[in-house]
């Protein structure tokens, strides 16, 4: 099976945003703000796309970009890992050691 590229990863990451939504490309597009030719490209990943583009795609769904190039990404997901009480106090010592 070959790899996956960037734009592969990036197309299924913005269908999955859309299909959460449960709308078009270009109902969804429309709603963000964002060019329904632009969305459409990018979610067939038939279209190189610049970091602008994908920040500003980022920007309206409210995601860091990094986190649409992650082959996992679950929109509405959080990334940040349950933290344990050994780690919470580790974490709190550090940041008043830190200022």
Known sequence: MDALTPRDILAANVRKMINKEGQSVRAWAMAKGLDVRLI???AKASHAVTLDKIDEV???????AWQLLLPDFEPGASLEPPLSSGDRELLARLKSLLG
Not at 58 to 64: I, L, R
């Open 40 to 42: 459409d490209r990018i």
């Open 58 to 64: 980022a920007t309206a769904c409210g995601v860091p």
